[in-house]
């Protein structure tokens, strides 16, 4: 790699916690000096710009493993091609990165660090052109898919059954991003709840979530027979082809989903050991109960546990719940360890079940976003101000 990988962290580091504003100057940097450009983000930018950081995350937590990281500007690069982004934007885009990353970096910038910086995003962007480039151009950018079926399976969940266009080669584990024309230029992921099927069709399960702009639409408005737009399948969080391990699988939420598939999918393969921790918020947040069940009964292999705490508990009653039942499952060493759902269920169940004996290689999840890293105080009283919890104390010895 012409640059240093250690150059790049370290000035990373020093604009973690400026996130927010760093990525605003961004796309005010980028749409001044390229007019027209703003064409092609959504007219809301805030999620997108959390977006925006959690990509520029994942590439500097790969920059010191080669494979990992080309594997990911592939995927990347390919998935662009949705957006029509061409050659001749990658500059621009670069420009502005490097830009925001100066402004915010204040006295600790210097030649070195912008050097690395435009060394970096040249392999970076290099790698997304060349991966675009190599997909034939009569390739699908997207899919079209229309809705087959929609059921509300909570008051603010739905499941989706799609048709795509096209055949939509996916692996079991892998997400998708979803379009539509009723939030134009909104793309958001959702795991493929289901193993590949003979028929082409996909499942979808999709909560609503506060100002979420594309759940809104999908869980209140979306009707069978509307056509949505989804991306190229994504993620790697998918099964070890070659393993003969037990699998543990811990879900929270629609979470689910992920998990649903890799089910399928082991059922398919023929089926061995796997023990599945479900948890809800509480009883009636288990919307997918009646497939959960069809795959008990029908696999004598596999084993679900259903973690919820009573009807209105706080939310660290379902956390305290899922580890408390993770807990009692004793030594987890030997197993294959998925793990799907909330931004802080993958830290926290994989930290837990470490300290439990599995392998920390054997555990696998989609890349967790950018926000949590944020939790780096950036003065002392920053530190002091923040709620944490204090390490020292075990609170269900305490209790
Ligand atoms: N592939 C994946 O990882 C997928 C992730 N998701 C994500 O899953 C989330 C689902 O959210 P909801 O359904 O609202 O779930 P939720 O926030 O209601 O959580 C469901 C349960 O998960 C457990 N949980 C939550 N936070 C935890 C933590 N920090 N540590 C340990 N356990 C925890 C609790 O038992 C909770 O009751 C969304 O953020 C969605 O983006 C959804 C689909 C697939």
Known sequence: MPFDPAV?????????????QLTRYFYAHLFTHNPGVQEL??????????????????????????????????????????????PEHYPAVGASLIAALRHFSG??????????????????????IDAAAAVPEEAPRWWEAEVLRRRRAAPDVVVLTLAPDRPYPFTAGQYLTLSSDRRPQV?????????????????????????????????NEVMPGERLRIGPPLGEAVLDPGSARPLLAVAGGTGWAQTKALLEQLASDGGRPATVFLAARDDADQYDLPAVHALVERHAWLHVLLAAPADRAPREEGIALLLEGLRDLGDCAGY????????????????????????????????VPATLNRARPLTSSDWFLDRRDVPWINRTELG
Do not use: N
């Open 41 to 86: 983000f959504p007219a809301r930018l805030a999620e997108q710009r959390d977006r925006l950081f959690a990509a520029l995350t994942q590439l500097v937590l790969r920059l010191d493993d080669p494979e990992r990281l080309a594997g990911y500007l592939a995927a990347l690069g390919r998935d662009h091609r949705k957006f029509r982004a061409a």
């Open 8 to 20: 790049i962290r370290a000035s990373f580091a020093v604009v973690e916690r400026r996130a927010d």
């Open 107 to 128: 006295h600790s910038w210097t030649t070195e660090i912008e050097k690395a910086w435009t060394e970096a995003y040249t392999v970076i962007a290099q790698a997304m």
């Open 187 to 219: 793309w958001r992921p959702y795991s493929i709840a289901c193993a590949p099927r003979v028929d082409g069709s996909l499942e979808l399960h999709v909560r609503r979530v506060p100002d979420g702009q594309l759940s809104t639409a999908l869980v």
């Open 336 to 367: 294959d360890v998925h793990l799907s759902g909330p931004p802080g269920l993958a830290p926290a169940v994989a930290r837990q079940l470490t300290v439990q004996g599995a392998d920390p290689a054997l555990i696998r999840h989609d890349p």
